[in-house]
């Protein structure tokens, strides 16, 4: 939609700067940043030499500055998503957390990750383990060592 002064109004009462305009596809209710997107789908944008994350930029530009000590999570799950509404400032664990791919089903050999057939480190809870592949990994391990000795 574009404005009577000729900027282009992108969901409720959000401005887009005009220079931007032709690097953002309104898809439904997401914003896919078009320009370059780095290899972990997030868009990119150089500013004043230095290279940003797409999303950040136009949070901060839309919205304000993003507090000390938070990063922005995507709640729609489209990492090229730049729409504000669809960013949340908070803590990197809590954005680890919300992650689909933190909490896996199964492990890489199809096993399901249920309560009794997962490690889960202390250190680190994000981390699960496949009793059974760690099972095997162990027997494995030991039947080289006999051999070797």
Wanted: aromatic share 6%.
């Amino acid at each position: 939609m574009i404005t009577e002064n000729g900027t282009r109004l992108y969901g409720p009462r959000r401005l887009l700067p005009e220079t931007m305009h032709e690097y953002v596809d309104v898809q439904g209710d997401c914003w896919i940043w078009q320009r370059e997107i780095d290899r972990h789908g997030y868009g990119r944008v150089r500013k004043q030499g230095h290279n940003r994350r797409a999303h950040r930029l136009v949070y901060e530009l839309l919205v304000g500055p993003i507090p000390d000590g938070m990063t922005i999570d995507h709640l729609c799950r489209v990492r090229s998503c730049v729409n504000p509404d669809h960013l949340e400032p908070v803590t990197a664990t809590e954005n680890v957390r919300r992650s689909p791919l933190v909490t896996p089903t199964h492990c890489v050999n199809g096993h399901l990750l249920a309560d009794g057939n997962v490690y889960v480190s202390a250190g680190r809870p994000t981390w699960k383990v496949c009793r059974l592949c760690q099972r095997k990994r162990s027997r494995d391990w030991m039947r080289r060592k006999r051999s070797t000795s």
